[in-house]
Each structure stands twice: as C-alpha cells, then as structure tokens.
C-alpha cells in the first residue's frame, strides 16, 4: 500500500502578531514547524502501515528552510518525502496548492490513499483537501476522527455537528484528519538528527509539468489584518451576597446575556 501524506510547513500561529500601524504581520524571527493537523495525518499514515504495510510518502510546497520540516516529519515514521520549492515569500491560495499536490503525486505513480489535515493553521479555509482529490479524481472523506483498512478497503468514522457518520469504500481515496482522530507521538531531536538528506528530493515547478506563471497569479489576495477590539467595562460590585447577586442580574438583562 502506498500512502501520500500531504504536509504544510508553516510559522508558529501562537507567536505570530499584527504591526497595529501599518496591519501587516510581524513574521521576522518566528519558528516554522509541520502544521498541527497534518502531524495527526502523519500519525495516522504510520499506524496504517503498521497494520497494513506499504510505504508512506510525503508531500510539501514552501521554501528551501521546509527541508527541516520534513526531517521532522519523517522522524515520525514516514519513508520518504518530496519538496516543491518555491522562494520563501511566494504564496498560493488553495486552486494552486490542490494544483502542485496533484502534479506531485501524480509524478509518484500508483497511490492508494492520500491523507490531508483538515485544516492548516495559516489558512484554516478546508478547501485543499476537496479540491486536491478533484485534481485527482478521487473520492474524498472529510472530518474523519477514526479509520481503519484492511488492505482491500476502509472504513470511516465523519464526526459532524450533530452526527457521527460511517463510510466504507475501496481504494484509491483522498482523506481530510481531524485534530481527534489521534495523539501524534512527536520525534526526539536526535531521532530528527539522524534522517538522512537523501530521502527528501527536491523538485521544481518544471519538475512535476508545470511553468512559473501559473503559481504566480493567486486568484485571492490577502488585503489586510486587524486585530479584534474589546471593550470592558469594568463594572466592580460592591455590598452583600445577596445585594451584589440582584445587581448582577440586572446588568446581565440590560446587556441581554
């Protein structure tokens, strides 16, 4: 069985900030790390091949520097990865990504399944997934929070708002993971020291068919970023229990809490 999992690098969310003057984000000097979602993909990919065998490989655009990202990936357990690399401040919105995904595994011949996080922590749209498997007619199964493969098929658990769903279905399939389907179990620093440079290959656009004007014209623009305002107001009650419970419910009515 081959298993194609899709891997994002990406700037750690929690210490990214807005430059409140000029809106823009302050990106200098921030980490990059393997997309949280895509991590539980990963993890996924590997008890799969314990239980069914095969091979696992992974599948990345972004800059030189996601090199680093993907020995962290494949400390993980997976076999082998493949970079498509793109100058660091070059983005693609999701039309583009599906696109290179789908050149890129297309160029790895025979597939049997393809695992994707739901989401990615920059972009949290849910679109790459969808349209990926599109790219590769493919059926796709989202949200999914447990599967299981014997080889021959699989079957899926979609948690949704108010329902748990079942699917069964044969092979080739595009997945989408949910952060609950699993807990990664993240490599130590000497298991990522000890991957081995020669099993990620690095490919250019030109590599997978492609030329470099149809990733430089993203049909979504980021305009700007603002940072959401409250306000407080601060109210502090003083008295009894009592007293100080009655007045609080008033205010909860006037505010209609």
């Not at 003057?21 to 008890?47: F, H, Q, S, W």
């Not at 693609?92 to 739901?118: F, N, P, Y």
């Not at 149809?214 to 407080?232: C, F, G, H």
């Not at 419910?249 to 505010?255: A, G, N, R, T």
Request: charged share 25%; glycine share 8%; hydrophobic share 40%.
């Amino acid at each position: 069985m081959h298993i194609v999992v899709c891997v994002k690098h990406v700037l750690d969310s929690t210490e990214i900030r807005v430059d409140k003057k000029t809106g823009d984000l302050v990106l200098r000097g921030i980490p990059a790390k393997i997309n949280d979602y895509d991590k539980n993909a990963i993890e996924e990919a590997v008890k799969i091949k314990k239980a069914c065998g095969g091979e696992i490989s992974l599948v990345s655009i972004g800059p030189r520097e996601a090199v680093k990202t993907l020995k962290s990936a494949l400390a993980m357990g997976a076999d082998n990865a493949y970079l498509l690399s793109l100058p660091p401040r070059q983005a693609l919105d999701t039309r583009q990504t599906a696109l290179v995904l789908g050149r890129m595994i297309k160029k790895l011949g025979s597939v049997d399944m393809v695992l994707c996080g739901e989401v990615s922590e920059d972009g949290y749209n849910s679109q790459t997934g969808a349209r990926l498997a599109q790219r590769l007619g493919l059926p796709q199964v989202s949200y999914v929070t447990k599967l299981t493969c014997d080889g021959t098929g699989y079957e899926a658990q979609r948690t949704l708002e108010d329902v748990v769903e079942t699917v069964k279905g044969d092979f080739p399939v595009v997945f989408t993971v949910n952060s609950g389907i699993n807990v990664p179990h993240l490599p130590t620093a000497i298991q990522i020291l000890k991957v081995r440079m020669n099993r990620i290959q690095e490919w250019k656009p030109g590599d997978i068919g492609l030329e470099d004007q149809a990733l430089s014209a993203s049909a979504v623009k980021m305009l700007s970023y603002e940072i959401p305002t409250q306000e407080r107001k601060n109210i502090i009650l003083d008295g009894p229990a009592e007293e100080v419970a009655g007045k609080l419910w008033e205010c909860l009515q006037k505010e209609a809490v």
